[in-house]
């Protein structure tokens, strides 16, 4: 936290001997004879904390809190009183002081309650750190993909975001729906809140209505605690319902009344309790046929499918998978600097991007992350991928468009060229000897994409 306090207090003498002793501390003081003139110190440089005296001649020091409250709401006011005056520094902390000091001034109890101050301001801008790196994790850009489908899958995602409907995740097992739920959370007014995930078919049965909506203790053997619930433990927030398609149509029924009601009963209770929890359900099934063949509730479908996003698989846009290699690769090597690879060869980017993927964006990142940690080399070359991605097999031949060649070949050979100009540190000669290339070839493959 920044140091710099304003001592305030018409005793000159009193102000004086606090500051001496907050230098001392290392702190870096100014002082003001009033609250009239702290306020005119504060308009030319603002500070994080004042510590000024409650009774002063003129404005008062309740007076000062409040008109620096409006001005800068993140400013700590610390607040010192003789006896006289105890419960009108309690009634100022009820207008947000953060502590009082009595007079006459114990040292040792003003250092106390800094250091208190110091350790909770470090928390809360800790806290806040955090929240922003999550942010950053979760936001939209962080779906790796530039392709048209996942373009539209960003839009799709910050327009929703936006709002506080229920939101149903459609797409195969391994598309990145959690990413595309923890984005959607991100993104929205709910971000301060929880995000809680919940794998609905891996909570064993009999204790899926417990897990989701608490029980009171004593409600079934062995409920020896009460226990409040996924549902509660994500109010104000979002609960990711992954697999929805798994939950018994016992349960279906109670989830509606969620969605309909913003109400839970826990097990055992006779009451229903309010919930303020958004719903993100997701699932790799056909919901619609779900319904036909009275699997899932039609009332439940219809209240999730308000509004419905679908994550493409990965065959269906390639021209991803150069990007997504070297995000894996990325990351790899910044969370063990002992792997050794920083690219991939044509060969191999070849065998990649034909692949077909059942196993989707997932399978791809378990490939790379085995693929690095095996190699000893600087670059992942074919003979190092697994065998299923090596035969003839392996091929799916996707889809050629109407200009002929391979697609995403011109995108996965810009993003080779730029990932090495990365790894390199802008080095071309070393970038050409990562990808293997002719120093003439690399100059050239440059001004072809506009890199050189």
């Not at 003003?110 to 999550?134: Q, Y």
């Not at 960003?154 to 990145?176: F, W, Y």
């Not at 991605?389 to 002929?404: K, N, Q």
Request: glycine content about 8%; hydrophobic content about 40%.
């Amino acid at each position: 936290m920044d140091r710099r306090v304003l001592v305030v207090d018409d005793e000159r003498a009193m102000a004086e001997l606090v500051r001496r002793h907050l230098e001392r501390e290392g702190y870096a003081c100014t002082v003001a004879g009033s609250a009239e003139e702290a306020l005119q110190v504060f308009e030319v440089e603002p500070v994080p904390l004042v510590i000024t005296d409650l009774r002063m001649g003129g404005m008062n020091g309740v007076d000062l809190l409040r008109r620096l409250r409006e001005r800068s709401p993140l400013t700590e006011v610390i607040l010192m009183s003789g006896l006289g005056t105890i419960e009108e520094a309690v009634e100022a902390m009820r207008r947000g002081a953060w502590d009082f000091i009595t007079k006459p001034i114990q040292f040792d109890e003003l250092d106390r309650t800094l250091e208190r101050l110091l350790r909770t301001r470090s928390l809360e801008a800790e806290n806040h750190r955090l929240k922003d790196l999550l942010r950053k994790k979760h936001r939209v850009e962080g779906i790796v993909g530039s392709s048209p489908p996942m373009a539209e899958l960003a839009r799709r995602i910050t327009r929703v975001a936006r709002t506080q409907s229920h939101v149903l995740v459609l797409g195969e097992s391994g598309t990145g729906k959690e990413l595309v739920a923890r984005a959607i959370h991100f993104q929205g007014a709910r971000t301060e809140g929880p995000f809680v995930p919940v794998h609905c078919g891996a909570i064993a049965a009999g204790l899926v209505e417990s897990e989701l909506f608490g029980h009171r203790k004593g409600a079934f053997t062995g409920a020896h605690a009460a226990n409040p619930g996924l549902f509660r433990a994500a109010d104000g927030g979002t609960i990711f319902l992954d697999e929805v398609a798994e939950m018994e149509p016992a349960l279906q029924v109670k989830l509606l009344r969620v969605l309909q009601e913003g109400e839970i009963r826990p097990v055992g209770s006779t009451r229903p309790e309010r919930c303020d929890a958004r719903v993100i359900a997701a699932t790799n099934r056909d919901l619609v046929r779900e319904v036909e063949e009275g699997r899932f509730r039609q009332d439940l479908y219809y209240r999730l499918d308000v509004v419905s996003l679908r994550v493409p698989p990965l065959r269906d846009r390639r021209e991803d998978i150069p990007e997504l290699v070297a995000h894996f690769l990325a990351e790899r090597v910044q969370e063990d600097p002992a792997v050794s690879v920083r690219g991939v060869s044509q060969g191999a980017m070849e065998a990649l991007m034909a692949y077909a993927w059942p196993g989707n964006v997932r399978e791809l990142e378990n490939v790379i992350e085995r693929t690095a940690a095996l190699s000893e080399r600087e670059r992942i070359e074919r003979d190092d991928l697994p065998e299923r991605l090596r035969g003839p097999a392996a091929l799916s031949a996707p889809p050629t468009p109407a200009g002929g060649g391979h697609p995403g070949l011109e995108a996965w050979e810009r993003a080779g060229l730029a990932h090495a100009l990365v790894a390199s540190r802008g080095d071309k000669l070393e970038a050409a000897r990562l990808l293997g290339l002719p120093r003439s070839t690399f100059y050239r493959k440059l001004k072809h994409h506009g890199l050189g």
